[in-house]
Antibody, heavy 123, light 107 residues
Framework: EVQLVESGGGLVKPGGSLRLSCAAS????????MNWVRQAPGKGLEWVSS????????YYADSVKGRFTISRDNAKNSLYLQMNSLRAEDTAVYYC????????????????WGQGTMVTVSS | DIQMTQSPSTLSASVGDRVTITCRAS??????LAWYQQKPGKAPKLLIY???SLESGVPSRFSGSGSGTEFTLTISSLQPDDFATYYC?????????FGQGTKVEIK
C-alpha cells in the first residue's frame, strides 16, 4: 500500500524548533519530488516547501524561507522538515505529499498525502 | 505570486444536484491546475489534475474544465459522500498556491 506517515509534531514555544518526519512506503520514494503543505486551524491549504527526487531543486514559501529547511534521505525513504524560529502563525497541521511526476524539476499535482501532524506554537 | 480565487465560498445543494465550482487564476497557468476534496479531519484527496484529467479511482461524476485563467469543477449528480470542502491548486510556478476553498453543504 502506498503510504506516507508524518511524525514529530507537538507543542513548542515561540522561537523554538521542531523537526517533522515523513516515512514513505509502497512506492519508489527516490523517484518522486516531495512536498510539505500546512493547514492552520479552520483555514485553507498553504504550500510550504518542495524538494526534488535527488534534492537538486528545493523551494520554500516566503513565509518560511530562512527558518525552515526541507531535506530527504532516500536510503531511509524519509522526508524531513526542520523548523526553527517558530512563530504562533506556524501553528497548523503539516502534511507531506508526493508529486505525481517522476520528472525532476517539473511541478505536478500532489497525488498521495499523509494524515498530517499537528504543530502548535504557543507560550 | 499567482493568486487563486474560488467561488462560491459556500454552496448549499441537495443529493442529485449538478454542482459547479469556479477557480480563477490571477495570470495564465495554462492547464496546470488540480482539484482536491477534503473532509473534516482528513487529508486532501486529489480529484483532477491538468485541469481535466480524472485521477485514478475518482468517480466519473467529477469533471474539470478550463485553461488559462478560468477553471471549473463539476459534480454531475451530488452524492452524500461528496459533501466536503474543495480546493483548486495551481502548479504552473512556485510558489504553488491554493484557492481559499469551497464548502459544499447539505441543503
Amino acid at each position: 500500500e502506498v503510504q506516507l506517515v508524518e511524525s514529530g509534531g507537538g507543542l513548542v514555544k515561540p522561537g523554538g524548533s521542531l523537526r517533522l518526519s515523513c516515512a514513505a512506503s509502497g512506492f519508489t520514494f527516490s523517484s518522486y519530488s516531495m512536498n510539505w503543505v500546512r493547514q492552520a486551524p479552520g483555514k485553507g491549504l498553504e504550500w510550504v516547501s518542495s524538494i526534488s527526487s535527488s534534492s537538486s531543486y528545493i523551494y520554500y514559501a516566503d513565509s518560511v524561507k530562512g527558518r525552515f529547511t526541507i531535506s530527504r534521505d532516500n536510503a531511509k525513504n524519509s522526508l524531513y522538515l526542520q523548523m526553527n524560529s517558530l512563530r504562533a502563525e506556524d501553528t497548523a497541521v503539516y502534511y507531506c505529499a508526493r508529486s505525481r511526476t517522476m520528472v525532476q524539476g517539473v511541478l505536478d499535482a500532489f497525488d498521495i498525502w499523509g494524515q498530517g501532524t499537528m504543530v502548535t506554537v504557543s507560550s | 505570486d499567482i493568486q487563486m480565487t474560488q467561488s462560491p465560498s459556500t454552496l448549499s445543494a441537495s443529493v442529485g444536484d449538478r454542482v459547479t465550482i469556479t477557480c480563477r487564476a490571477s495570470q495564465s497557468i495554462s492547464s496546470w491546475l488540480a482539484w482536491y476534496q477534503q473532509k473534516p479531519g482528513k487529508a486532501p484527496k486529489l480529484l483532477i489534475y491538468k485541469a481535466s484529467s480524472l485521477e485514478s479511482g475518482v468517480p466519473s461524476r467529477f469533471s474539470g474544465s478550463g485553461s488559462g485563467t478560468e477553471f471549473t469543477l463539476t459534480i454531475s449528480s451530488l452524492q452524500p459522500d461528496d459533501f466536503a470542502t474543495y480546493y483548486c491548486q495551481q502548479y504552473n510556478s512556485y510558489p504553488e498556491t491554493f484557492g481559499q476553498g469551497t464548502k459544499v453543504e447539505i441543503k
